[in-house]
């Protein structure tokens, strides 16, 4: 198990595993947060049931682990990487011979979105805690610190980049994923290529629409 | 109208232009020493040259002007043996797909063009000289496992072992391997993967292969991640870069044969 998780392919495994894991929360994620153009109760009602159900703890966790594994391992490939490759060339390749900027910038859009997440838990998961009553029962009013937050116009461009920067991250993670796995073959890699681009766009553009609903809808 | 034919005739027989290139080559007078690019200018290069026959070209004028030539590698220069890889203007083998740079021909480029040239980078492959590499790293990956156990006595009967088309055909297609290494070149890591994978998946679809199966991957990747290649992000610049276009298919198939051997090898 040790020579597996130290060898080049068994670290490429963990990395497909576990983005496999981070990319299916994102679209759970954003798809529950598409429930802020139903109205505030159907919002935090929402959040109350997901955080106050057995599978809780776990998937919490899980979704830390996995998170820690993914940087830690891209931090570790990465200098591995570099120091396969001492010394650059002085030109960059023809355009016959290039592959997508996503493909060549993970350890970037991978380090923004670290930061992302970690300022994002912080303003939300561990923000302001306000309450709020519907039909007798108190649930945290995350819609009211969402509204909040998006009132300044700088933290929904930042919010807005750095989910453009995790749809670029998808774009070349998704398929990535299933070539990591070891899934590669005529008939369903162009599929796989195709449906990780649609993954992307839709991840990326469900998230930037609350920023932006808010910041235009919910003025001061 | 005879005269009028006679006279369109002549103009049909034109000499190929000559063009004037400026190079900035990779010098390095050895492994360890610091190399640095210098600029040299060749004239009357004729487009049907291969860019072996332009470099020859600029050595023999080197020659002449008693500074040492340029070093690279070359052998068969019909594009079957992968030695003579270098990295043209940043790509491997120059900057069309599925060719060496023996078989780059200098009509693709264009007179007064500047051309870099210089040695595949990466730590696994040391610089020898100018543009030559050492690529032995290549050779010990072939030795921990990318070769089959055959019978001694008589020649076994032809067709006697079965194999299906289809198994015969991807086995070929990676066997077209010619360990050249551009798929190191090209990667922004130099990984190894697409190489090793070529021949993993050679003899893993060919009966003949099943032997050494598990041990094969498994001795084959622990050597190359021994020599110091990179880890694989699947870029695809190999796959672009090949000149024998091996897919990242083998790369996947190694990954599951690893696996695969992983989970059945009884060795620790």
Same mark, same amino acid.
């Given at each position: 198990?040790?020579?597996?998780? *130290?060898?080049?392919?068994?670290k490429?495994?963990?990395?497909?595993?576990?983005?496999? @894991?981070?990319?299916?929360?994102?679209?759970?994620?954003?798809?529950?947060n598409?429930?802020?153009f139903?109205?505030a109760e159907a919002y935090?009602?929402?959040?109350?049931?997901?955080?106050?159900?057995?599978?809780y703890?776990?998937?919490?966790?899980s979704?830390?682990?996995?998170?820690?594994?993914h940087?830690?391992?891209?931090?570790?490939l990465?200098?591995?990487?570099?120091?396969? *490759?001492p010394?650059a +060339?002085a030109? #960059?390749?023809?355009?016959?011979?290039s592959?997508?900027?996503?493909?060549?910038?993970?350890?970037?859009?991978?380090?923004i979105?670290?930061?992302?997440?970690?300022?994002?838990?912080a303003?939300?998961?561990? @923000?302001?805690? +306000?309450?709020?009553e519907y039909?007798?029962q108190?649930? *945290?009013?995350?819609?009211?610190?969402?509204v909040?937050a998006?009132?300044?116009?700088?933290?929904?461009?930042w +919010?807005?980049?750095a989910?453009i920067?995790m749809?670029?991250?998808l774009?070349?993670?998704?398929?990535?994923?299933?070539?990591?796995?070891?899934?590669?073959?005529p *008939?369903y890699?162009?599929?796989?290529?195709?449906?990780?681009?649609v993954?992307?766009?839709?991840?990326a553009? @469900?998230?930037?629409?609350?920023?932006?609903?808010?910041?235009?809808v919910? #003025?001061g | 109208m005879?005269?009028?034919?006679?006279h369109?005739?002549?103009?049909?027989q034109?000499?190929p232009?000559?063009?004037?290139?400026?190079?900035?080559v990779?010098?390095q007078?050895g492994?360890h020493?610091?190399?640095?690019?210098?600029?040299?200018?060749?004239?009357g290069?004729?487009?049907d040259m291969?860019?072996?026959?332009?470099?020859?070209?600029?050595?023999q004028k080197l020659?002449?002007?008693g500074i040492e030539?340029v070093?690279?590698?070359?052998?068969?220069?019909?594009?079957?043996?992968?030695?003579?890889?270098?990295?043209?203007?940043g790509?491997?083998?120059?900057?069309?797909?599925?060719?060496?740079?023996?078989?780059?021909?200098?009509?693709?480029?264009?007179?007064?063009?500047?051309?870099?040239?210089?040695?595949?980078?990466?730590k696994?492959?040391?610089?020898?000289?100018?543009?030559?590499?050492?690529?032995?790293?290549?050779?010990?990956?072939?030795a921990s496992?990318?070769?089959i156990?055959?019978?001694?006595g008589?020649a076994?009967?032809?067709?006697?072992?079965?194999?299906?088309?289809?198994?015969a055909?991807?086995?070929?297609d990676?066997?077209?391997?010619?360990g050249?290494?551009?798929?190191?070149?090209?990667?922004?890591?130099?990984?190894?993967m697409?190489f090793?994978?070529a021949?993993?998946?050679?003899?893993?679809?060919?009966?003949q292969?099943?032997?050494?199966?598990?041990?094969?991957?498994?001795?084959?990747?622990k050597?190359?991640?021994?020599?110091?290649?990179?880890?694989?992000?699947?870029?695809?610049?190999?796959?672009?870069?090949?000149?024998?276009?091996?897919?990242?298919?083998?790369?996947?198939?190694m990954?599951?044969?690893?696996?695969?051997?992983?989970?059945?090898?009884?060795?620790?």
């Amino acid at each position: 198990m040790l020579h597996f998780l *130290r060898s080049s392919v068994g670290k490429k495994f963990i990395m497909g595993l576990s983005g496999l @894991g981070l990319s299916g929360f994102v679209f759970a994620h954003m798809t529950g947060n598409l429930l802020v153009f139903k109205g505030a109760e159907a919002y935090n009602m929402y959040g109350h049931f997901m955080t106050h159900n057995p599978a809780y703890p776990l998937i919490s966790w899980s979704l830390v682990l996995m998170m820690l594994v993914h940087a830690f391992l891209g931090i570790l490939l990465t200098k591995e990487n570099h120091s396969a *490759r001492p010394s650059a +060339y002085a030109v #960059q390749a023809s355009p016959a011979k290039s592959v997508t900027t996503a493909s060549k910038t993970m350890i970037f859009s991978g380090s923004i979105l670290l930061v992302f997440i970690i300022t994002h838990l912080a303003t939300f998961k561990y @923000g302001n805690h +306000y309450d709020v009553e519907y039909g007798g029962q108190t649930v *945290r009013d995350l819609h009211r610190l969402m509204v909040e937050a998006f009132q300044n116009p700088a933290f929904v461009v930042w +919010y807005v980049v750095a989910l453009i920067v995790m749809g670029v991250h998808l774009r070349h993670g998704v398929s990535s994923i299933f070539q990591s796995l070891g899934f590669n073959h005529p *008939r369903y890699t162009p599929t796989i290529k195709w449906i990780g681009i649609v993954y992307a766009i839709v991840v990326a553009a @469900g998230f930037i629409s609350q920023p932006i609903y808010v910041y235009l809808v919910h #003025q001061g | 109208m005879s005269a009028n034919h006679s006279h369109s005739a002549t103009s049909t027989q034109k000499a190929p232009a000559s063009m004037t290139l400026t190079l900035k080559v990779w010098r390095q007078s050895g492994p360890h020493s610091e190399g640095r690019f210098e600029e040299y200018k060749v004239d009357g290069i004729v487009p049907d040259m291969s860019f072996l026959e332009m470099m020859d070209v600029l050595n023999q004028k080197l020659i002449k002007a008693g500074i040492e030539q340029v070093s690279f590698d070359h052998d068969c220069r019909e594009g079957i043996c992968g030695t003579c890889l270098m990295v043209i203007n940043g790509s491997a083998h120059g900057p069309d797909r599925g060719v060496t740079t023996c078989q780059l021909h200098m009509r693709r480029f264009q007179d007064g063009d500047t051309i870099v040239i210089e040695p595949a980078r990466a730590k696994a492959f040391p610089i020898i000289k100018d543009l030559s590499i050492n690529r032995s790293a290549f050779d010990r990956i072939t030795a921990s496992g990318g070769f089959i156990s055959v019978s001694t006595g008589n020649a076994p009967d032809a067709n006697s072992i079965l194999i299906s088309k289809t198994a015969a055909d991807l086995a070929m297609d990676a066997a077209a391997c010619i360990g050249c290494g551009a798929c190191v070149a090209s990667c922004k890591n130099a990984s190894a993967m697409l190489f090793t994978s070529a021949k993993v998946s050679h003899f893993a679809l060919l009966p003949q292969g099943q032997p050494e199966r598990t041990d094969r991957v498994l001795g084959m990747v622990k050597q190359m991640d021994i020599e110091g290649f990179g880890n694989c992000t699947n870029t695809g610049a190999c796959e672009a870069a090949c000149p024998k276009e091996i897919t990242l298919e083998n790369i996947a198939r190694m990954n599951r044969e690893y696996l695969r051997a992983m989970l059945v090898t009884r060795k620790s």
